[in-house]
């Protein structure tokens, strides 16, 4: 069974830092990362996905991918208070066709 | 594009009652999944449909839940009888053909579901 792990926070950072959400998973043989958003009360919608080792850019937001160490991260540049929600990472099955997510983790963006 | 469709978005139910969730994926979605998120946790996969027919069931308690995809469109999960435990959001996700590897999901407004 792939576990996939987050510390669930809170982390709270002032507005302007880097925001640094850490994801662990348990299956070597994973291939497709996702790095999902939900505000409170409303369901994930998708940020980021990242397939090869390395860092993946998209304006604020940076996936990075380390298959050797079973790690995924995400960067939150310049973070604003509307970037508080629940950071949800997700990893494919072994089928590859479902996704199995963590915990979530809390950011919380003060002004 | 039309986003993932579910109703209703809130329900309230007594405990042993039985209850009905719709779901009606974005055109084309060959792939419908129908996850439980309890309060604080991630999202949990009970179902997953390839067109008509059922991929992974594994981790739906199928003594009390079930669910379908007639016509490999829209889809339907119920639960008969209800727990408390089962006070949750139930999410449907689609996914184009070759499914989550390549693509990820996009997740409907999901359904709340209060058991007392």
């Known amino acids: 069974q792939k576990e996939v792990e987050q510390n669930s926070g809170p982390l709270s950072v002032p507005e302007g830092a880097i925001a640094s959400l850490n994801c662990t998973y348990s299956?070597?043989?994973?291939?497709?990362f996702f790095w999902y958003r939900q505000y409170s009360g409303k369901s994930p919608e998708l940020i980021m996905s990242?397939?090869?080792?390395g860092d993946k850019e998209d304006g604020r937001f940076t996936a990075q991918l380390n298959k050797a160490s079973q790690y995924v991260s995400l960067l939150i540049r310049d973070s604003q208070p509307s970037d508080s929600a629940t950071y949800l990472c997700a990893v494919n099955d072994q089928a590859g066709t479902a996704l199995i997510f963590g915990k979530g983790t809390t950011l919380s963006v003060s002004s | 594009e039309a986003g993932v469709a579910q109703s209703p978005r809130y329900k309230i139910i007594e405990k042993r009652q039985s209850v009905a969730f719709w779901c009606n994926p974005i055109?084309?979605?060959?792939?419908l999944y129908w996850y439980q998120q309890i309060l604080g946790q991630g999202p949990k996969l009970l179902i997953q449909f390839q067109n008509n027919g059922v991929v992974d069931d594994s981790q739906l308690p199928k003594d009390r839940f079930s669910a379908e995809r007639l016509k490999g469109v829209d889809s339907t999960l119920k639960i008969q009888p209800a727990k408390l435990e089962d006070s949750a959001v139930y999410l449907c996700a689609s996914s184009p053909g070759q499914g989550a590897y390549l693509y990820g999901y996009t997740f409907g407004s999901g359904t709340r579901l209060t058991v007392v």
């Open positions: 990242i397939y090869s080792n």
């Open positions: 055109s084309g979605h060959a792939t």
């Open positions: 299956d070597r043989g994973s291939q497709s």
